[in-house]
């Protein structure tokens, strides 16, 4: 009996000793979990006090060192904003260091913009257009338009997303002078009144209108775009003393300067590219235009052989310039700014009234001209020379009307 006691003694003893084993591969025999978290704890304080001297010196040593990495950081982000700042113009995109990324005292970069197509401004008529690079919007087709003197309507013959409309602006006696003068890309009626120096301005972006009294007698209307603003300035020549007199939209300012002689015939476009018109008269007496370049002040100058001529400088080759241009006759002769090559184009009757502009929106200026006596528009689209279509032929106004076209969607 004592045999067998002794032998449940042993089994129970061999139990416990494999319920030990096994615990013992997941935590230890003396403690659970939770107790082993806090004797480690313990163990750490302990040694913490026991060391209490190395304890604070290492303390000290690391927020001495998070100290310095933090004044080095806020240095470093003052020399990078000083460099973003100085060079924000001139120098090109560079991919942040490591630790500029990190800096918390940097502000994170402005992303890089999308990049914005080239815009050049070029003048055709009394408009200003915008010219864009390749894949972006092309510069809107001008109008077909005249201004009936008798009645004082305008009559313009909508294009593509837009419709025709007439508006009465002005009376007999009036000059039509349409521009951009609120800067919305649409062209404004306008009208220069002699008998009183006042200009009268409908505005397209909100159909209001307000006069500005401006000029003398015997003034000549010379609207364009001068300070580069993107809008159409007020402006006049003065045949008697050869002055011009800019009222500039972006600062409400009178400039005034002496650029011409009593015979010369005004004739203002961007002949050098910087977005702003140059002072330029045409001279026929020895058939030479003189222009005032905007971006340097420097004296432009080119004569043409042919007598009886009547200036028609615009874009025609599409390279953001105007180009140098007279009419004389049926032919037209194009001084190209992009290759200094000069060019002669027959076009309809000596007769015709000359209306160069962008009718097709490809970014040049078109050979065009008006046939007063039936109000013809015959216009060569630079978009499609030597295809079949080339001509383009509207008619579009009557006898005695002047022709504006310009881009006056509405």
């Known amino acids: 009996m ?91 995109n560079r991919e942040p260091s490591f630790l500029n990324k990190i800096n918390p005292f940097l502000p994170a970069a402005l992303p890089n913009p999308t990049p914005q197509l080239a815009k050049e401004y070029i003048y055709a008529g009394s408009r200003m257009l915008a010219v864009e690079d390749a894949n972006a919007a092309p510069a809107p087709p001008s109008d077909l338009a005249v201004w009936r003197p008798a009645s004082g309507v ?60 401006f000029g003398a007698s015997g003034d000549k209307t010379a609207q364009a775009d001068y300070d580069g603003d993107g809008k159409t300035d007020i402006a006049v020549f003065r045949p008697s003393d050869g002055n011009w007199y800019i009222n500039q939209s972006s600062n409400g300012a009178t400039v005034q300067g002496q650029f011409g002689l009593s015979s010369d015939t005004p004739a203002p476009k961007d002949f050098d590219g910087d977005g702003r018109a140059d002072l330029a008269v045409w001279r026929s007496s ?35 310039k105007a180009d140098y241009a007279i009419r004389s006759g049926s032919d037209w002769i194009i001084r190209h700014s992009s290759t200094n090559q000069t060019q002669t184009i027959s076009w309809q009757q000596s007769t015709d009234i000359e209306v160069p502009n962008d009718y097709d929106g490809d970014g040049k200026v078109d050979v065009a001209v008006w046939r007063e006596a039936n109000g013809n528009w015959f216009i060569r689209q630079s978009s499609r020379i030597g295809q079949a279509n080339e001509l383009r032929q509207v008619q579009w106004g009557l006898s005695g009307d002047i022709p504006v076209p310009a881009y006056y969607r509405r």
Request: proline content about 3%.
């Open 2 to 92: 004592s045999k067998k006691k002794s032998n449940n003694q042993i089994e129970k003893s061999e139990f416990r000793g494999v319920e030990t084993s096994a615990r013992s591969k997941n935590e230890p025999d003396f403690l659970s979990n939770a107790d082993g978290k806090r004797s480690i704890l313990k163990n750490w304080l302990f040694y913490l006090k026991s060391h209490a001297l190395l304890t604070a010196i290492l303390c000290f040593a690391a927020l001495g060192a998070l100290g310095a990495s933090l004044k080095y950081l806020e240095e470093d982000a003052k020399r990078e904003i000083t460099r973003r700042n100085s060079n924000k113009n001139n120098l090109k």
């Open 154 to 213: 305008w009559w313009v013959m909508g294009g593509t997303g837009s419709q025709q409309f007439a508006q009465g602006w002005g009376q007999s006696g009036d000059i039509p002078a349409p521009g951009d003068y609120d800067g919305d890309g649409k062209t404004d009626l306008c009208i220069f009144r002699p008998s009183g120096n006042t200009w009268w301005i409908l505005k397209s972006s909100d159909a209001s209108y307000y006069s500005v009294s």
């Open 286 to 320: 020895n058939s030479t235009f003189y222009s005032l370049n905007s971006s340097d002040n420097q004296l432009q100058t080119m004569s043409f052989t042919q007598s009886s001529t009547i200036p028609v400088p615009a874009d025609y080759d599409g390279d953001g």
